[in-house]
C-alpha cells in the first residue's frame, strides 16, 4: 500500500526567503506526482504535475522535482511572498491496478511572515 | 473559464436527514471523483466515475452514495448524515484516468 508522507507539518518563514517542501513515497511504481495548494476552507488548487519519466516542472516561482528512485518530490518555491500562504499537498498516481487511486500526503502548512 | 462547480458551498443537515451534494463541470472531462477530507487530512477518495461506470472504494461506508447522469454532472447522496460524516467534500475531474486532476472549491458538510 502506498504511503505519501510530508514533512514538516508545518513551516513558518520570513517573506522572500526560498523554501523547500519535502514529498516522500515508499511505493516508487507511480504514473505522476501531483502537487497542490489548499487555502482554509476551499478546494486544492492544482500546481504542478510531474510526470514519472520527468526530473522537474516549473511555474513562475515554483519548482518541483521528482526522483522516483528514491521515492521523493521537493517544490521549491522561490522569493516567498504572504500570499504564498496556504498548505501545500502532494499526490501520487499509481502505474498499474487502478490509475484512479491517488494517494495524497497530509500536506505542509506554510507560514510567510510579512 | 473551464471548471469544476460544487453546490452549496456549505451545508448543514441534521443528524440522520438525508442530503445531496452537487458537482458539474464544464471541462468535459471523462472522470469524476468525490473525496471526504476532514480536518488537518489527506483528501480520502470515496467513489469515482469513468464516463457511467461507477467505482466504489472498498472502505466507503454504504451510507454514501452517487449518481452522475450525464457527463457534467456529478451527485453525492449521504442517506442518514452521523456525526462523523461532518467534513469537506472535494469533487475533482480529470481527462483521462491517469491525467491531472481538477477540483472544485468543496462543499463544507456540517451535522448537527
Given at each position: 500500500k502506498q504511503e505519501v508522507t510530508q514533512i514538516?507539518?508545518?513551516?513558518?518563514v520570513p517573506e522572500g526567503e526560498n523554501l523547500v517542501l519535502n514529498c516522500s513515497f515508499t511505493d516508487s511504481a507511480i504514473y505522476n506526482l501531483q502537487w497542490f495548494r489548499q487555502d482554509p476552507g476551499k478546494g486544492l488548487t492544482s500546481l504542478l504535475l510531474i510526470q514519472s519519466s520527468q526530473r522537474e516542472q516549473t511555474s513562475g516561482r515554483l519548482n518541483a522535482s521528482l526522483d522516483k528512485s528514491s521515492g521523493r518530490s521537493t517544490l521549491y518555491i522561490a522569493a516567498s511572498q504572504p500570499g504564498d500562504s496556504a498548505t501545500y499537498l502532494c499526490a501520487v498516481r499509481p502505474n498499474s491496478g487502478g490509475y484512479q487511486k491517488v494517494t495524497f500526503g497530509?500536506?505542509?502548512?506554510?507560514?510567510v511572515i510579512p | 473559464d473551464?471548471?469544476?462547480?460544487?453546490?452549496p458551498r456549505y451545508q448543514v443537515t441534521q443528524f440522520g436527514k438525508p442530503v445531496t451534494l452537487?458537482?458539474?463541470?464544464?471541462?468535459?472531462?471523462?472522470?469524476?471523483y468525490w473525496y471526504q477530507q476532514k480536518s488537518s487530512q489527506a483528501p480520502k477518495l470515496l467513489f469515482h466515475y469513468y464516463d457511467k461506470d461507477f467505482n466504489n472504494e472498498a472502505d466507503t461506508p454504504d451510507n454514501f452514495q452517487s449518481r452522475r447522469p450525464n457527463t457534467s454532472f456529478c451527485f453525492l447522496d449521504i442517506r442518514s448524515p452521523g456525526l462523523g460524516d461532518a467534513a469537506m467534500y472535494l469533487c475533482a475531474t480529470s481527462r483521462e484516468s491517469r491525467n491531472e486532476q481538477f477540483f472544485g472549491p468543496g462543499t463544507r458538510l456540517t451535522v448537527l
Open positions: 514538516p507539518a508545518a513551516l513558518s497530509t500536506g505542509t502548512k506554510l507560514q | 473551464a471548471m469544476v462547480i460544487q453546490n452537487s458537482c458539474s463541470q464544464t471541462l468535459n472531462h471523462n472522470v469524476m
